[in-house]
């Protein structure tokens, strides 16, 4: 019985940690290259349900697979979230990290507030995107959709990595933060990068929301800022600005949240805080991130 | 003391004298007719979020460093009052006292808390330690939620301590002293490793020690911000001070000018005077924060205030010399 409670957790543990993985991965990829906390991307999530919710009775009225949905989500999201980029972000972007900060902050209280005054505070459910069967192995029960979320987490991290190393753009996205105007001068388009990456990491939280979604099908207008949060505090302790220090902190947050809740459910969110402390304070730079030296 | 620092000590006495006489003489006329008790409340509202809020900007202003769980202390301060003001009911002390003694204990808690907060927090800087502030501000909140004795979910039954006359004067003395250390030795030091940490560091200052002190300090006024919020609602939830009333009270200290308690003030004052004044518009108020927040990062990222400190001997000044110029010609 232990066992199979054990295995359960395990799988839980690891779908919640592959939606957050996916999240962080946004933030580290923004953080990565402008050195800003984006605390508007969880409420990029927020916009891909919403999107969801509104698209799949169409989708499925047009006779399509439900999932198809999650193509228009991404497109909204991306636009969001270089619009965000765009309006917000870039003119305050040599003002200092104080103003960027807070510029965030304010885009995520007004992305929340919006969707409330659009949309209503009161939960929306969204359709069943996945119509999969459980399967039973002995005493574990696996929901397969809970399997699909967690191959497509993995398969979109082996992706981003991809992308990141070995193609053109994907280097690009390394240099800028190093060196901005070595980048220039090798006739990469700073801006256009910065943008990039905007479209891709708030892309991403439409993924996300999918899947997110086909576990728990509700909507509010403040899903995100909560998800963005643990998603965000995944990116920290997996090192921030490393992409497979994402994934290693959003599995990690997934497991301590499931197997926390199952021992003392009142405490989780406690534990997962309490974890952040103690790695930024022993090693501030994330579990695999690089320490940089400070120029005086 | 030299006498015009003596004079210009009694010039505010006096001007913060009249503005209480003011709003104590029109509500005592009943000018508000049936409203007076919920104008007198927004008041009350306004004194303790002043409090908060100029308490914030020490830290954000004056050390130039950012905290995203100040909410916490506030909810320390708030319950640690309550608990004190609970124990002591009926102990055959007057009002006033109970009142007085409740504040000090939610301060001295909240102050407690900041010590032991920042001494690891504050060994990291900027991003980082925002959100280390914010995660132990999640903490407390979640410890509250489980304690019993600070009644698990809801906390009620607290007495109704706080009137607008004492929020008022424990505002003004808050302030009074916020301002003094701030214009004192000390301050000057914090804003010196605001400036640049490593200089200041290079030239003795014990930057750590600073650092914790002010965070002490931001945290003490927090709590009393935070006693007088809990004798005035009576009733409260760990929810109640999540991370939107952290990013809230943040909010307040940057419109009204980072590095400026007039900012913190007046801006304090009228955000929460606004949202009652537009009740119907109450969706869009946090709509409306937001976008006033990026408008200022734009235009004015210091703030709407700035640096800038109002000086009442500065502006009598103004107006006597302006006065004597016209004489003259």
């Keep these: 019985m232990a066992a199979s409670l054990f295995v359960q957790g395990l799988i839980n543990g690891l779908n919640q940690g592959a939606i957050y993985a996916l999240i962080a991965l946004g933030y580290t990829m923004v953080y990565g290259i402008i050195r800003m906390i984006n605390f508007a991307h969880g409420d990029f999530i927020m916009i891909g349900a919403y999107t969801l919710f509104y698209t799949i009775p169409l989708m499925v009225n047009a006779g399509m697979p439900a999932w198809m949905a999650v193509i228009i989500a991404i497109v909204v999201c991306a636009l969001v979230g270089v619009l965000v980029e765009i309006l917000a972000y870039k003119p305050v972007r040599k003002a200092g990290s104080m103003s960027a900060l807070i510029t965030a902050l304010a885009m995520s209280i007004f992305l929340e507030n919006l969707a409330m005054v659009l949309f209503g505070a009161k939960p929306h459910n969204v359709q069943a995107i996945f119509q999969l069967p459980t399967v039973r192995v002995g005493s574990v029960s696996l929901p397969l959709n809970v399997l699909l979320t967690i191959a497509i987490g993995l398969l979109i991290m082996l992706g981003m990595q991809f992308f990141v190393k070995k193609t053109n753009l994907g280097k690009a996205m390394r240099a800028v933060p190093q060196d901005k105007d070595a980048s220039t001068l090798v006739g990469i388009n700073v801006d256009r990068i910065i943008t990039l990456t905007f479209a891709i990491g708030s892309g991403l939280a439409a993924v996300a929301a999918l899947m997110y979604c086909s576990t728990y099908p509700r909507v509010t207008n403040d899903m995100g800022s909560m998800m963005g949060m643990k998603a965000f505090i995944a990116a920290v302790l997996g090192g921030i600005g490393v992409i497979p220090g994402a994934m290693l902190g959003g599995i990690l947050v997934g497991l301590i949240e499931i197997f926390v809740k199952l021992f003392a459910p009142g405490w989780y969110e406690a534990v997962t805080y309490g974890t952040l402390i103690v790695i930024l304070l022993v090693k501030p730079s994330g579990i695999l991130g690089k320490n940089l030296g400070e120029k005086v | ?329």
């Design chain 2, 1 to 329: 003391m030299g006498k015009k620092i003596r004079i210009s000590y009694l010039l505010n006495a006096v001007g913060v004298t009249l503005i209480f006489a003011v709003l104590s003489g029109l509500f005592s006329a009943g000018v508000f007719g049936t409203s007076t008790t919920y104008i007198q409340g927004i008041c009350t509202t306004a004194c303790y979020t002043i409090i908060m809020v100029a308490s914030l900007n020490l830290v954000v202003g004056f050390m130039g460093e950012f905290s995203l769980g100040h909410a916490g202390f506030v909810s320390v301060g708030a319950y640690a009052s309550a608990i004190v003001s609970g124990l002591l009911t009926g102990k055959g002390l007057p009002d006033l006292g109970l009142f007085l003694v409740a504040l000090l204990a939610g301060g001295l808690a909240a102050g407690v808390m900041g010590v032991l907060v920042g001494i690891p927090a504050l060994r990291l800087r900027g991003d980082y330690l925002a959100i280390v502030t914010m995660a132990f501000a999640e903490i407390i909140r979640v410890c509250f939620c489980n304690f019993a004795i600070t009644g698990g979910k809801t906390m009620s039954g607290i007495l109704k301590l706080s009137t607008f006359p004492r929020a008022f004067w424990v505002m003004v003395v808050c302030v009074s002293i916020m301002f003094l250390f701030v214009r004192s030795k000390f301050g000057r030091t914090i804003r010196a490793i605001r400036e640049d940490y490593i200089a200041a560091s290079a030239s003795g200052i014990n930057v750590t020690f600073y650092k914790v002190m002010t965070f002490a300090i931001s945290a003490f006024f927090a709590g009393i911000g935070g006693s007088i919020y809990a004798h005035y609602m009576t009733a409260m939830i760990p929810t109640n001070f999540n991370f939107a009333y952290s990013a809230e009270l943040l909010s307040e200290v940057i419109i009204g000018g980072t590095g400026s308690l007039t900012g913190s003030v007046i801006g304090a004052a009228f955000l929460s005077v606004l949202p009652e004044a537009m009740r119907d518009f109450a969706t869009y108020r946090m709509l409306a924060y937001s976008v006033v927040l990026v408008l200022v990062m734009l235009f004015r990222p210091g703030g709407i205030f700035g640096h800038w400190e109002f000086s009442l001997t500065h502006l009598l000044d103004k107006i006597t010399r302006r006065e004597s110029v016209k004489e003259g010609a």
